[in-house]
């Protein structure tokens, strides 16, 4: 497992990250997905792959065919329109493309139908953690999650309502968001949903350790692994973050040749369950 930041060595790396937060809480998702397609994220879509052979494992082992998933950092449902349909991230984008302001009523009303039109798969059902409650609101209007949590969970208890929400979940997941999301949010969302054991599987990006988060889950009584092969391209360095984070990187001791090869930042995998359960 990667070397662990200190908590003053994280708020330092967050301050060299691209800063694109003014789009994560819009109410349309057109700003977010423009500024993914600026710096080529394609976490959601290298993660896909990966989280369904996970739901496969976790569907045998469990003799489940109906799964909650828990998405934390879910921001306007990527992962969930993702995994629910066929597309990919270059199919949101397309749908995506045009004004990042404020929709026309036509094109709101064309807009909603797009995933309707999919046909959401309805034997996975999200709900989605994130404080940025605009974008939470958009996902639950378009149906791409059941239920939302905003509640900022790194300094905030859950509320009752939220509780119940969370509780009965099969897999918690987890892409672009460790380091704004610590050991803290896991924690408060997995004693939400103990009692049904839950797997965590979630990507964390390169300039953050995952220790903190592993010894969380440990307290529930979860072995957490970092499974190298299923290590995935995040998105480019800004130009202005590149240095930056790899220094920060060195000093925690991640190993950066790719970083330094092909100038995408990469995500690590992580998997968390009960011993002797995953993979
Ligand atoms: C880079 S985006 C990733 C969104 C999505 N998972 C994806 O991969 O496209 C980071 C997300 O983390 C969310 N976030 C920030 N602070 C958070 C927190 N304390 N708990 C959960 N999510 C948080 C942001 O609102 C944003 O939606």
């Not at 662990?4 to 109410?27: L, W």
């Not at 369904?52 to 921001?75: H, M, P, Q, W």
């Not at 979860?222 to 499974?227: A, G, N």
Request: with cysteine.
């Amino acid at each position: 497992m990667s070397g662990q930041a200190s908590s003053a060595e994280r708020s330092r790396i967050q301050g060299a990250k691209y800063d694109f937060t003014a789009t994560y809480n819009r109410r349309w998702p057109h700003a977010y997905f423009r500024a993914l397609l600026a710096l080529d994220y394609m976490l959601p879509d290298r993660a896909k792959p990966i989280f369904e052979r996970i739901f496969a494992d976790y569907r045998r082992v469990r003799n489940k065919t109906k799964l909650k998933i828990i998405d934390v950092g879910c921001s306007y449902g990527v992962n969930a329109a993702l995994l629910r349909t066929d597309l990919d991230l270059d199919d949101l984008h397309a749908a995506y493309l045009g004004p990042s302001g404020s929709l026309s009523r036509r094109q709101e009303i064309e807009h909603r139908a797009f995933f309707r039109n999919q046909g959401l798969r309805d034997d996975i059902q999200f709900v989605g953690v994130d404080p940025s409650f605009r974008a939470v609101r958009y996902a639950l209007d378009l149906g791409l999650i059941e239920a939302g949590v905003t509640t900022d969970l790194e300094t905030r208890d859950l509320t009752i309502k939220e509780r119940s929400a969370l509780a009965d979940a099969d897999i918690l997941i987890s892409t672009g968001c460790v380091g704004y999301a610590t050991e803290a949010t896991f924690a408060r969302v997995y004693e939400a949903s103990a009692t049904s054991r839950p797997w965590v599987v979630a990507f964390a990006s390169h300039r953050f350790g995952y220790d903190d988060i592993a010894a969380a889950l440990r307290a529930f009584s979860l072995e957490t692994r970092l499974v190298e092969r299923f290590r995935q391209r995040q998105c480019r360095f800004s130009p202005t973050e590149r240095q930056a984070i790899l220094k920060a990187m060195a000093k925690l001791g991640i190993e950066d040749r790719l970083e330094r090869t092909t100038g995408y930042i990469y995500a690590s995998c992580y998997i968390s369950a009960p011993p002797g359960e995953a993979l």
